[in-house]
């Protein structure tokens, strides 16, 4: 696995995991995408509307980030965010942004499934415009309690148009980020299927296990 950048968070893959050089075709097709378009520069929508829940310390993990957007994004605020992406020339492009916007950032390359989350480490989790079922368990266990999830990605009233993903796993069936996280604080919630179909959450980690006050 290649580390574009370590400053705090060595990448440890699990046990056995694959080789991307030479494994991953769709490492390739991600790369030529990034490569004939470059990936938006400005962070989305659902972390600048609330991005006064965002903490100033502590760290930050943008799962598939992509160019780094929200990476960087919450580098600004204060945090050590770390971003994870299957494409090195994604990451590329979120290391050039972090220069610009003068922050520091770690990247890591890494595919999701082979990646090892480490356990109560993360006061933020970022995921979007992803969705696998997989992740769910890990992203639970690597927050830290009190910590929050920002999560919006496509939904399944998506498929009715014909920009953006066409194979229903990669899409939210209806509710469904409500019902994995239903045992934390959600403070946010929408589904929308206008122009396109989204679904948002921002949920929060309970501060004593097995309590969803805090």
Wanted: charged share 25%; proline share 8%.
């Amino acid at each position: 696995m290649i580390l574009v950048h370590a400053r705090c968070f060595p990448y440890r893959p699990k046990a056995g995991a694959p080789n991307l050089n030479y494994l991953k075709p769709e490492l390739f097709s991600w790369n030529d995408r990034y490569r004939e378009a470059p990936a938006p520069v400005e962070p989305c929508q659902i972390l600048t509307q609330f991005s006064h829940l965002i903490p100033d310390a502590g760290r930050a993990l943008d799962l598939a980030c992509g160019g780094g957007r929200n990476t960087v994004f919450l580098a600004q605020h204060g945090l050590r965010a770390i971003g994870i992406d299957l494409s090195r020339k994604a990451l590329e492009q979120g290391r050039e942004l972090a220069r610009q916007r003068k922050v520091i950032v770690d990247w890591v390359q890494a595919d999701l499934e082979s990646f090892s989350f480490p356990p109560a480490t993360f006061d933020v989790i970022v995921c979007t415009y992803f969705r696998d079922p997989k992740l769910y368990a890990p992203i639970r266990e690597s927050l830290r309690p009190g910590g929050l999830l920002f999560y919006e990605t496509f939904s399944r009233e998506h498929l009715r148009f014909n920009i953006g993903p066409k194979n229903p796993v990669h899409v939210l069936e209806p509710a469904e980020l409500l019902l994995v996280f239903a045992d934390w604080r959600v403070m946010f919630y929408r589904e929308r299927w206008i122009d396109r179909g989204i679904a948002a959450l921002i949920a929060r980690k309970p501060a004593v296990q097995g309590s969803r006050q805090l």
